[in-house]
């Protein structure tokens, strides 16, 4: 099971190793046939569980994507923000940090192609719902970078200028398609590869120029 869905260790979550495997089961089967192709039975079969075991866990499909999204994101954005309090506490260069914590993004979404598709594609197919989880998503990546971003500015004043949140949001919304275009090749195990352009975005919008 991919580790951005396991609740196996979630006290929060009753039967969450089963809860999981359901979330895990709806991101393998969109990656094979799409959202709106892809049934309760589909889900229930290729999880190993019964169609009213989904239903215990879930009310319908949509609701399942929305966990999937939500939980997955959720311990992406904890990656992210690991890496840069390890890259700050080990007193990289400022360039550095900035790379280690969109590695830690590219990375974990690399580890998990199932739901790196559901993340980046089958999302917004899914409904206004979804649609709307995944603005609040992008805000939620946007405000770390821009607080990562804000602290660069104060602690390196000669090297980092302060930006507005509407250029943050255009840099994430290119590294955005640079990770889809991946992703839509099939080719999400690689996506680290893409760290360097990605983390070049964000460099050079906010390093001091002339």
């Not at 890496?83 to 998990?112: M, N, T």
């Not at 080719?187 to 120029?209: F, K, N, S, Y």
């Amino acid at each position: 099971m991919d580790k951005l869905v396991d609740l196996s260790d979630d006290p929060a979550v009753d039967d969450g190793h089963r809860r999981g495997r359901i979330l895990w089961a709806l991101a393998t089967c969109m990656a094979e046939k799409g959202y709106q192709a892809t049934t309760i039975a589909d889900i229930a079969r290729e999880g190993r569980v019964s169609k009213t075991i989904v239903y215990a866990h879930f009310q319908d499909k949509e609701q399942c994507l929305l966990e999937l999204y939500t939980r997955a994101n959720d311990k992406v954005l904890e990656t992210v923000r690991r890496a840069q309090d390890e890259a700050r506490a080990a007193g990289l260069p400022w360039r550095d940090r900035l790379r280690a914590g969109i590695g830690a993004y590219l990375e974990a979404l690399a580890a998990g192609p199932a739901v790196a598709w559901a993340a980046l594609v089958e999302v917004q197919a899914a409904g206004p719902r979804a649609r709307a989880l995944r603005r609040t998503v992008i805000d939620r990546y946007v405000d770390l970078i821009c607080d990562v971003a804000s602290s660069l500015a104060r602690e390196h004043p000669a090297d980092v200028r302060p930006v507005g949140r509407e250029l943050v949001l255009a840099a994430v919304g290119g590294m955005n398609e640079l990770m889809l275009a991946r992703v839509e090749r099939g080719e999400a195990t690689r996506l680290p590869e893409d760290v360097p352009v990605a983390a070049d975005i964000l460099i050079g919008l906010i390093e001091q120029r002339g």
